[in-house]
């Protein structure tokens, strides 16, 4: 639906979406202008009536995000962002936490939904490498809410292996916008590497990519 009612008005437009990958569309990202979509972001949460999942919207143009928008419709939490003009929940500014010490942040590690066995035991081992050294951990089971709630403060970091393009790309710019960052966990962040790092600092996240085991996973 979202989709084709954009299509009507920007028929030249490229589009990358979850569901449309999902039934063999391609994912490729190139230097038109782009809208990424994630109907459900958080697909089992809203299966279980776990009021975190959300809508999430890119528009890209030469593969920066220019717009990002992140919507839980069900507590009505709107997160937007453009380019160069802040980062908003529900119309009122927000911005990331000022934490820079690890053993006082509280980091999101989510699980994600994969049952392979490598992939699960990549996240035991990056939980229990964590675990004494932060304040918290969490894993709530919504990139795009995750980044959402690190970008508003409410959590200082939040990485994952495994995400695609269509979880990260609205956060990434509403985290910016922020005042926080978001990285690849091997370098500048890379939309379609399956892996990435966000923390209201850069000195936080690079406390944290060390103590990852880097799972290898195939690009979008
Ligand atoms: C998933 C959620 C989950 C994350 C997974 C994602 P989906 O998205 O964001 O929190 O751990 O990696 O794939 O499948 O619910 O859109």
Not at 82 to 91: H, P, R, S
Not at 117 to 132: C, W
Request: proline share 4%; charged share 20%.
């Amino acid at each position: 639906m979202l989709i084709g009612r954009i299509k009507e008005n920007f028929p030249s437009h490229m589009f990358i979406g979850e569901e449309s990958v999902a039934v063999g569309e391609k994912c490729d990202l190139t230097n038109d202008p782009t809208w990424i979509v994630d109907p459900v972001d958080g697909t089992m949460n809203f299966v279980h009536s776990f009021p975190h999942s959300c809508i999430a919207l890119a528009v890209l143009y030469h593969k920066d995000v220019h717009i990002g928008i992140i919507y839980n419709p069900i507590l009505e939490q709107m997160y937007t962002a453009k380019c160069n003009q802040g980062a908003f929940l529900n119309d009122k500014p927000i911005r990331v936490s000022e934490e820079t010490d690890l053993s006082k942040s509280l980091v999101i590690a989510e699980f994600g939904t994969n049952r392979d066995t490598q992939k699960m035991e990549s996240v035991l081992k990056n939980v229990s490498a964590l675990m004494n050294k932060v304040h918290g951990l969490r894993a709530m089971g919504s990139a795009a809410l995750n980044m959402a709630s690190v970008a508003a403060g409410g959590a200082d970091s939040y990485f994952e292996f495994g995400i695609h393009v269509w979880d990260i790309a609205a956060g990434a710019l509403i985290i910016k916008e922020a005042g926080g960052v978001c990285l690849d966990t091997e370098g500048p962040l890379d939309l379609m590497s399956r892996r990435m790092i966000c923390a209201s600092s850069e000195k936080l996240a690079l406390q944290i990519i060390p103590l990852l085991d880097q799972l290898k996973l195939e690009r979008d």
